[in-house]
């Protein structure tokens, strides 16, 4: 079996929940206030931990209390930090988000992370089966030296390019499975979509993507699902009707799930089918690091439909 080694971001999440969100120059009252472990990275690796990956992090803490806290949390959930380095004079990543109605706002101050540079993504030893997942919340040279890495030594290369920051074609040539929302999609090719816009009109945008010519593409949209374009034809994997709680982490959870399957030996459309489903488990929880589903709690939804 393989393993997961992902490179990115870690994060103290600040959450403010409030009955709605704020118009541009006003104040409203909140509810309550949490903190939450989070970073599109730490997500990621907590997820493909907890759902029965072996799964290195690697990335850059502070040395403030913050970044005490996250190591604690993230060893916790069995999750490798051998190669994530404490960094002097410089705070932990944080995260300030609102939530209200189950959508949430989100402002990143990048702090530590955006020191996770190209000699970092050096040090893991990876190997074929293995599987290197990256996001856009560290710099997009280190991302492109960890895949350069990873594609020499026959591993799996997984980008989530969020938050949506414009990116060049060598990267993107680099990237074996693509994941991203309808936002995100909009973005890289310039188009207005919306999560109720018909599958076809996704299909088109992903088809227009810049990606490697044997690319897989797949699109979030939320209850509705996951789109999949693999091998040049598209499927819909439905999503799951439940009540959503806090969405922050759900993207996160399946790119973490896809990328445990792949690196269990799983084929590309049954992990999708695994991690929609881990997704569907988050959503109902609140924080994002601390709702990622445990493998037992998938297999149990898995076998009330089997």
Known sequence: MGRVFVAGSINMDVVATASRHPRVGETVAGNAVHYFPGGKGANQAVAAAKLGASTALIGRLGTDAFGLQLRTFLAAQGVDLA??????DIHTGTAVITIADADNTIVVVP????????????APVLTKGDVAVSQFEIPQATIAAFFKRAR???????????????CGPELLDLVDILI????????????ELHDSDAPDRFVEAARRLQTGANAIVCVTLGKRGVLALVGGEASMIAGRAVKAVDTTGAGDCLVGALAAQLANGKAVRDALEYANIAASICVQRMGAAPSMPTAAE???ILAKHT
Do not use: M, Q, R, Y
């Not at 702090?111 to 050096?122: F, K, R, T, W």
């Open 298 to 300: 998938v297999e149990n």
């Open 83 to 88: 190669l994530v380095k404490d960094t002097a």
């Open 111 to 122: 702090g530590a992370n955006a020191l996770v540079s190209a000699e970092d993504v050096a």
């Open 180 to 191: 991203l929302n309808e936002t995100e999609l909009g973005f890289f090719t310039h188009t």
């Open 152 to 166: 020499a030594a026959g591993a799996t290369t997984i980008l989530n390019p969020a938050p949506a920051i414009a």
